[in-house]
């Protein structure tokens, strides 16, 4: 098998990605800037309720990640995400689905960057003005940092990889560190660690819905601290073993994060005092609480925990930034060799990076900051748009196991046809959990790219209509119109028009996305259509 992944320069990618790499470029992925406000947000959405919504989060974002573990084996090379759609569908979704992708990524960076410049603000004021929204300073203080991680980028992958170990190995410490602290100083909250201290349990009981479980997977940057999983898979085509090395990395970053995640709500819950939800759950407050942790740290009398917090607001942000810089690159990169975007997109540099990718990435990801300038408003973006892209992992996956069950599969996922249609429920539910306002933003979004590109391939490549596709993607548009629908019709406290209340909202997203599933397997291209796209997949690896 040829290690070249093909570009137009003829040279390919290095496959310098190892299991240890794979894996904390995954787990740096996962813990960024989610760990230093998610508890916080999650406290005042779901109360005490919060852990259980860390602990679901990571339950669904299992479920997800376990079916695409499987399928990247089955395409271990650089922007696989985009791979999988065109085997099952066909490269007119392959191309649609490479440019959603882009958009579920070039948001993080800025998004990281959001939350480097709040904490700052803390020391360095005037940087974020009233409700968290940047300042005009806090703006070009955002772009410059996407700019520096943009240009480490541009290092070879061995050395891109190495940084991000050393990085990681303290982003793993630090919040581990901060959660024993926090719970250990937190005993005089007494009763059992789930429930985060009986004194606090009991405070405020009818402050906080208990829907708000679910509502915090979206609002609170619950769901958008998990998805990193995904970035073993974008680098799949630079490891020397991806059959082995990817899944074993997408489920260890899983386990990993959750376990970190899960010990720092616990850590926050049992560390605020019940005035501090004097006034409610909602509004929830103590000296030092746009920067959390670092608040909390200061309160309990450990100021050298407080400052190596504020170093790491810097580090971890920038960690996940970095690495999505890349992941997102390589997801342009795909583009570039599909045709679904200009063949610069496929350009390395000396160290065989794809250089263009980079700098786009940079581009846009400034360009983001502008509709969404505050940390919370960009999260409730990433998140829909995430699920929705992961969505159609599910469905490959279940295409590929009814027309070719005889494939080599170096991971297998047990009980797939039953798990499968669990994730993609998952992935609407996150959808219809992140209220109707969101949910219109994000389509109106990918309508807008939709838009861009049928102008791209129509009146700038100049291809053909037959060629776009439209007979294996017409279900995209019944799966999006009808979540929008249901959205709509859903609770006051989903965003809706109060039609549906939230439990039969969630039992009509499950109903529908059955029905999607079935569309999307009766769109799918023909089985031996299928088996010669994979061929010529793995002839080109």
């Not at 390919?12 to 960024?32: C, H, P």
């Not at 050395?159 to 990681?168: E, F, G, Q, R, S």
């Not at 746009?290 to 607001?313: C, E, N, Q, R, S």
């Not at 629908?485 to 939230?502: E, R, T």
Request: with cysteine.
């Amino acid at each position: 098998m040829s290690t070249s992944s093909g570009t137009a320069t003829g040279e390919g990618l290095r496959r310098d990605a190892g299991i240890i790499g794979l894996l904390f470029a995954s787990t740096t992925s996962m813990i960024g800037s989610g760990w230093l406000f998610g508890a916080l947000h999650a406290s005042k959405i779901a109360g005490p309720l919060s852990v259980w919504s860390w602990v679901l989060g990571a339950v669904i974002i299992m479920l997800i990640a376990l079916c695409f573990a499987e399928l990247a084996s089955l395409f271990p090379r650089s922007g696989a995400l985009v791979h999988m759609s065109h085997a099952s569908h066909g490269e007119g979704l392959g191309r649609v689905w490479g440019w959603m992708l882009f958009l579920s990524y070039v948001a993080v960076p800025a998004v990281e960057a959001e939350s480097i410049v709040t904490y700052a603000n803390n020391l360095y004021p005037h940087l974020v003005g009233s409700g968290g929204v940047l300042t005009a300073t806090g703006f070009v203080a955002c772009a410059v940092l996407v700019g520096l991680l943009a240009l480490l980028n541009l290092l070879a992958i061995r050395w891109l990889l190495t940084v991000n170990n050393t990085i990681t190995w303290w982003k793993i410490a630090v919040p581990l560190l901060t959660a024993i602290v926090l719970i250990v100083a937190g005993a005089h909250q007494v009763g059992p660690l789930w429930t985060g201290g009986a004194s606090v349990w009991t405070a405020a009981p009818n402050s906080y819905d208990p829907n708000g479980l679910f509502l915090a997977l979206p609002a609170a940057g619950i769901v958008f601290s998990f998805l990193g999983f995904r970035t073993a898979i974008d680098l799949g085509g630079e490891s020397a073993n991806p059959g082995r090395n990817i899944p074993l990395a997408v489920i260890g970053a899983v386990l990993l994060s959750a376990v970190v995640y899960i010990l720092l709500q616990i850590g926050f819950l049992k560390s605020i005092k019940p005035q501090d939800i004097a006034n409610g759950w909602g509004k929830l407050n103590f000296p030092g609480v746009k920067g959390p942790f670092a608040g909390l740290a200061m309160v309990l009398g450990f100021g050298w925990l407080a400052t190596l917090l504020y170093i790491d607001a810097a580090i971890s942000p920038a960690g996940t930034g970095l690495i999505y810089v890349t992941g997102g690159s390589r997801i342009l990169f795909a583009n570039g060799e599909m045709k679904a975007g200009p063949r610069v997109l496929t350009k390395l540099n000396s160290g065989q990076v794809p250089w263009v990718s980079v700098a786009v990435m940079w581009v846009v990801g400034v360009s983001f900051l502008l509709p969404f300038p505050a940390w919370q408003k960009m999260v409730d973006y990433i998140s829909d748009i995430t699920a929705l892209t992961y969505g159609l992992g599910p469905i490959v996956l279940l295409i590929l196991r009814r027309d070719h069950p005889d494939l080599q599969r170096p991971f297998r996922l047990l009980a797939a046809s039953v798990l499968a249609p669990i994730a993609f429920i998952c992935c609407d539910l996150i959808i219809l959990w992140s209220g109707f306002a969101t949910v219109s933003w994000m389509f109106a979004i990918v309508l807008i790219i939709f838009v861009l590109y049928l102008a791209y391939f129509y009146l700038t490549a100049r291809e053909p209509g037959a060629n776009f596709g439209w007979d294996h993607m017409w279900w995209l548009g019944a799966w999006f119109g009808g979540m929008w629908i249901i959205s709509a019709l859903g609770g006051h406290d989903l965003g809706g028009y109060g039609v549906l209340g939230f439990w039969p909202a969630v039992a009509v997203t499950a109903v529908w996305s059955l029905v999607v599933i079935e569309l999307a397997k009766r769109s799918s291209l023909p089985s031996e259509e299928t088996g010669r796209i994979l061929a010529q997949i793995e002839r080109t690896m």
